[in-house]
């Protein structure tokens, strides 16, 4: 592994299957007694959060105290931020407390990347979300659910989505979900397509490693996994689609629609879903959909992230007997 995870396309196809491989070795621990590992012991780790989110930062916080890292949060809201503190300032400040590890979300494409490069802290960086440009962890977790799924947990191991149809269905002009999943699916060798209205296909689209539809249904016969991204109205200053109801009928999906798929194909969602325009209730619901696997999943991996970058080498529950018996 690197210094630091900024962004999905930064991975080989091995570091990506190593990844995933210790994160099934992490998903382990869950079925024990005590969910916990002592190879963090000692590691000081900063959850720096300048946007809003709950799935992400209590994923990393759940994945660091199982790891019995020593974990900081620090939220933009209430903070020195909120003066007018820059993130140079941040960053040295949080220099001076000596941490290890800095899991950082940003509204700003490149925040992470800035943070890591500029020599202002001496820590692994972790990009938990940049504005609309990447989010690796989130790539990496939907790419452990779909190998689970489609490959299976043991027969998975060692294994890339060679020749598996992914398709990701909806705002993908401003989703880093989108562009994250799009290099790592890509770099684990599966095929991607990409569909949405035309005005929410961002410009130079067809430089990335997928092709583009504008039609749901031609494309839903064929994909091994669907998943449907979030309208992201937060991020929107104009006026994308003529309605909601629109929207709905022409790229949400429903359980007619997913009759259409093969029977082994999955439904995914990054969540948070909005019930009624990119997927109906019956949809989310059904057994097909992966949602709360991916939350779980999701502890799994970002352990995993947060042991390899922190100097594990050796395969991690192996290592954490052997630090027990100590």
Not at 15 to 32: F, G, P, Y
Not at 163 to 168: A, D, S
Not at 231 to 260: C, H, I, K, W
């Amino acid at each position: 592994m690197q210094r630091h995870l900024i962004s999905a396309a930064d991975l080989t196809r091995d570091d990506a299957v190593h990844v995933l491989d210790t994160a099934e070795e992490m998903a382990r621990v869950a079925d024990r007694p005590i969910k916990k590992l002592p190879t963090l012991r000692g590691r000081t780790i900063v959850n720096l959060f300048f946007e809003d989110s709950t799935r992400t930062r209590i994923s990393f916080e759940a994945a660091e105290k199982r790891l019995s890292a020593d974990v900081i949060n620090f939220t933009a809201k209430g903070s020195s931020v909120s003066k007018g503190e820059s993130l140079k300032d941040t960053a040295q400040t949080l220099e001076a407390m000596g941490v290890d590890a800095v899991v950082i979300r940003h509204g700003a494409s490149g925040a992470p990347y800035r943070l890591a490069t500029s020599g202002w802290i001496d820590a692994a960086v972790i990009n938990a979300g940049d504005g609309t440009h990447q989010h690796p962890t989130q790539a990496l977790l939907d790419a452990f659910t779909m190998r689970r799924r489609l490959v299976g947990r043991d027969a998975g191991l060692g294994q890339d989505l060679s020749g598996r149809r992914i398709t990701l269905v909806g705002d993908v002009l401003h989703s880093r979900v989108a562009r994250s999943n799009v290099d790592l699916l890509h770099t684990l060798g599966a095929q991607v397509t990409l569909v949405a209205p035309p005005t929410l296909v961002p410009v130079g689209v067809e430089t990335w490693p997928c092709e583009v539809s504008y039609d749901l249904d031609s494309t839903l016969p064929k994909s091994d996994a669907v998943m449907m991204l979030r309208v992201q109205r937060e991020r929107m200053n104009a006026a994308f689609f003529p309605t909601e109801r629109e929207y709905s009928r022409r790229y949400g999906l429903d359980g007619e629609r997913m009759a259409r798929m093969p029977e082994h194909a999955i439904v995914m969602h990054p969540g948070p879903m909005v019930r009624g325009m990119e997927i109906t209730a019956e949809v989310a619901d059904s057994d097909r959909c992966t949602v709360v696997e991916q939350v779980t999943n999701g502890v799994s991996i970002r352990m995993a992230v947060l042991y390899l970058l922190l100097g594990g080498n050796e395969p991690a529950v192996a290592h954490a007997r052997t630090t027990e018996e100590k």
